[in-house]
Structures are given as structure tokens and as C-alpha cells.
């Protein structure tokens, strides 16, 4: 077991700790934030549903995940209150599967259900006795008592019978001459002398007592540090690749699909036919079909700007990869609904959740584990200087 609860241990207090210096984990406007991951969970869980509510106290989730990956892999680490910590583990695997890597194709692709599985042998077995809190907890409670140490020692069968004065020619005295075996020997089948056993119930007593102290410092352990490593964090301020746009400007706000943000004026009944004074007729500009997501010139060439998909309502991505040329993208991460970010410098959108990257000019995906490229969408300049997405 100690493999197993050593990467098991050391990745989740890794992953907690992580979380809680990176302060963009909890600023809304960046795409790797708790806010950003929950929203694209709705789209893409099987439990969407339950997720709408979390989502008015992300930070809170936030939090209470990353202080649980901490306290779980801690007691993983040191073996204390093993059976709950690893059902604490599975659990949170669990949920993560459910909210971030449900869709991931093939299904091996996604790492938590592995975790998830990862987790069973613990919580089936603890932490197997060897360099355990636990162990030495309930050892300590013995010794305290009185009560000799519990050791489990391996002994074939035959050092058995080497010992036993019952043992006669392959025959046992003790029944009645017959056959030796293991299942009806009463050499392993006696029990201590019931006046020397320990009042279990005060044994389990002072156990408890002794792993509920232990519980509330390593709880407060978690917390203090836990709240130190954010601080540094915040101190330090966050990091992310090189290249991104440090600002990603955001195109006005579209209007109603079709709908024109001009007007033309039909003459009155009750004015004259003709008119000297009348103005000459002039041609409206004309515009591609679609729906005005903002000026052409908000988007910075070989930059990018967001914009909000008016039919599906995605947040999405405008490239002018050239002077002129125009590409838009849904921003959706196809493998666990997080949204990308655009480099310039790289030319590529990479999702700051699981590394994923896409071409910058097709969308297509070039390094995994998304499985397919992101959604394009037609998007085209008018002669009024504005973007239409279609």
C-alpha cells in the first residue's frame, strides 16, 4: 500500500496547495478560475443541474475542495483515519469525473476515474498497518492499558506442527487421533484467557479520544498552511505561459439575430410628392448576414478579442491572424468545457484547465487530450466597419 499512498497522498496535498497559491483559482475573469470551470460544467456534466446553484458560491466550492484534496492527502501520507480519507478521496474523484472529464474520449483519457479507482484498494483496506497513524494510535492505547502489542506473524502449517506436543505421525492427539489440519486444530484455533483480555470499549475509548486530538491538529495544520500558501501566492501574484495577450479586449454586445442597428424613415402619407428640399437618396451600407458583434477595428491585429456567441451563448474568440482576415471560434474547450485563451505569440488557443491546444487560424486541435478542434463560426466584416457572426 505505501506506493499507492504515497502518489495518492503527495498529488492531492500537490493539487490543494496549487489551487490555493494560484490566485486566478478564484478571480472570475480568468478562464481557469473555479467561476470558469463550474460554468463549463454546466454545459457538458451529467449533473448540470446540480451545479447551477454552486455556481453562486464558486469561491466557496473553491475553497472547500482545494482545503479537502489538502486534509485527504495528508492523512493519506500518514496513514491516519486511512478508511475515511481514501472514501474522501474516491468521493471527490468522483464528482470531478462527473463535472470535469465525464466527456473525455476514450474514457481511460480522463484522469479521474482513475483516481476513482485508485482509491478503492484504501479504502477496502486502510493503510495497511505499516508506517500508520492509526496503527500507532490503537498500539499506544494497548500500551497504556497494559496490554501486550498486536502483532500478526505469517507461520506455515508445518512449524506449526513442529511445536505442537499433539502432533504424532501426521495424526493430532488432541482429536482423538485424527487426521493433522489446519481448519480443526486447536492449537490455532484457541483464544486468550478471557481474564486477561482488555476491557475492549475503554481501549476503543482512548483510541477514539487519542485520533480526535490528532484530527483537530492536523485540521488546524491544514488550515494554517493551507492560508499561508494562499497568502504567498496572492503575494507573489499568478503566472500563466508566456505570450497570452495581457488583455483580451471584449467586442460590444450583439444585438438580436438579423436585427439592423440603423433605421430607414418611410415618407409620410401627408407630405408632398415631390420635394425641392429633399435630400438626394443615399445607399445604406451594406452588411453580411448575421448578428453585429462589434467593430472590426476592437480586434487587434494577430490578436484577439471575446465576444459572446449569440445563438448558443458561449463566450468566443474573434482573430485577425492577418490585416483584414477575421476567424472566430467557439471558446468552449471540447474536452471538459473550460475556456481557452488565445497567444499571440504561439499562434495557438490553449485551455489553461488540462493543456489542450488548437490552431490559431483553424481551430484544429494539435496537442491533447481534446479529441476534436473547436467550433468555428462564420464571421465576416460589413462595409460599416463591423463584425457579423453567423
Known amino acids: 500500500m505505501l506506493p499507492l499512498r504515497g502518489f495518492l497522498g503527495f498529488t492531492f496535498v500537490f493539487a490543494g496547495l496549487q489551487k490555493l497559491a494560484n490566485p486566478g483559482f478564484?478571480?472570475?475573469?480568468?478562464?481557469?478560475?473555479?467561476?470558469?470551470?463550474?460554468?463549463?460544467?454546466?454545459?457538458?456534466?451529467?449533473?448540470?443541474?446540480?451545479?447551477g446553484p454552486?455556481?453562486?458560491?464558486?469561491?466557496?466550492?473553491?475553497?472547500?475542495?482545494?482545503?479537502?484534496?489538502?486534509?485527504?492527502?495528508?492523512?493519506?501520507?500518514?496513514?491516519?483515519?486511512?478508511?475515511?480519507?481514501?472514501?474522501?478521496?474516491?468521493?471527490?474523484?468522483?464528482?470531478?469525473?462527473?463535472?470535469?472529464?465525464?466527456?473525455?474520449?476514450p474514457y481511460y483519457t480522463g484522469s479521474d476515474i482513475v483516481f476513482m479507482f485508485a482509491w478503492v484498494p484504501l479504502v477496502i483496506a486502510g493503510a495497511g498497518g505499516v508506517l500508520s497513524a492509526d496503527t500507532f494510535l490503537a498500539q499506544r492505547a494497548r500500551v497504556e492499558m497494559g496490554a501486550e502489542p498486536i502483532a500478526t506473524v505469517p507461520?506455515?502449517?508445518?512449524?506449526?506442527?513442529?511445536?505442537?506436543?499433539?502432533?504424532?505421525?501426521?495424526?493430532?492427539?488432541?482429536?482423538?487421533?485424527?487426521?493433522?489440519?489446519?481448519?480443526?486444530?486447536?492449537?490455532?484455533?484457541?483464544?486468550?484467557?478471557?481474564?486477561?483480555?482488555?476491557?475492549?470499549?475503554e481501549m476503543d475509548r482512548r483510541t477514539m479520544l487519542a485520533t480526535g486530538g490528532a484530527a483537530?491538529?492536523?485540521?488546524?495544520?491544514?488550515?494554517?498552511?493551507?492560508?499561508?500558501?494562499?497568502?504567498?501566492?496572492?503575494?507573489?501574484?499568478?503566472?500563466?505561459?508566456?505570450?497570452?495577450?495581457?488583455?483580451?479586449?471584449?467586442?460590444?454586445?450583439?444585438?438580436?439575430?438579423?436585427?439592423?442597428?440603423?433605421?430607414?424613415?418611410?415618407?409620410?402619407?401627408?407630405?408632398p410628392a415631390t420635394s425641392t428640399s429633399a435630400p438626394p437618396p443615399t445607399t445604406a451600407p451594406s452588411r453580411p448576414a448575421g448578428t453585429k458583434i462589434g467593430p472590426a477595428s476592437g480586434v487587434p491585429v494577430g490578436g484577439a478579442a471575446s465576444f459572446q456567441d449569440p445563438s448558443s451563448g458561449d463566450p468566443s474568440l474573434v482573430v485577425q491572424p492577418a490585416a483584414g482576415t477575421f476567424v472566430a471560434f467557439d471558446a468552449v474547450c471540447p474536452h471538459a468545457g473550460c475556456t481557452v485563451e488565445y497567444y499571440s505569440s504561439q499562434r495557438l488557443f490553449i485551455c489553461p484547465c488540462h493543456g489542450s491546444e488548437f490552431n490559431g487560424r483553424t481551430g484544429s486541435v494539435e496537442v491533447g487530450p481534446a479529441q476534436r478542434g473547436l467550433t468555428q463560426l462564420h464571421v465576416a466584416e460589413g462595409s460599416d466597419g463591423d463584425l457579423y457572426v453567423s
Request: some cysteine; proline content about 6%.
Open 26 to 51: 478564484f478571480d472570475a475573469s480568468n478562464p481557469a478560475s473555479i467561476q470558469a470551470q463550474l460554468a463549463g460544467a454546466q454545459r457538458a456534466s451529467p449533473i448540470h443541474g446540480l451545479l
Open 216 to 271: 483537530a491538529g492536523l485540521s488546524a495544520a491544514v488550515l494554517l498552511g493551507g492560508g499561508t500558501v494562499a497568502g504567498l501566492g496572492r503575494l507573489a501574484g499568478g503566472s500563466g505561459p508566456s505570450g497570452k495577450d495581457q488583455s483580451t479586449p471584449t467586442l460590444g454586445g450583439a444585438t438580436a439575430a438579423g436585427q439592423r442597428t440603423g433605421s430607414t424613415t418611410t415618407p409620410s402619407s401627408s407630405a
Open 54 to 105: 454552486l455556481s453562486h458560491v464558486s469561491i466557496l466550492v473553491g475553497l472547500v475542495i482545494a482545503f479537502a484534496e489538502v486534509a485527504i492527502g495528508l492523512a493519506t501520507l500518514f496513514g491516519f483515519m486511512a478508511r475515511v480519507a481514501a472514501a474522501g478521496g474516491l468521493l471527490l474523484s468522483f464528482m470531478l469525473f462527473l463535472t470535469v472529464s465525464y466527456h473525455s474520449h
Open 155 to 201: 507461520v506455515s502449517f508445518a512449524v506449526v506442527r513442529r511445536v505442537c506436543g499433539q502432533f504424532d505421525n501426521g495424526r493430532c492427539k488432541a482429536q482423538h487421533g485424527a487426521p493433522c489440519a489446519p481448519a480443526p486444530c486447536p492449537f490455532l484455533a484457541q483464544q486468550p484467557d478471557r481474564t486477561r483480555r482488555m476491557d475492549q470499549q
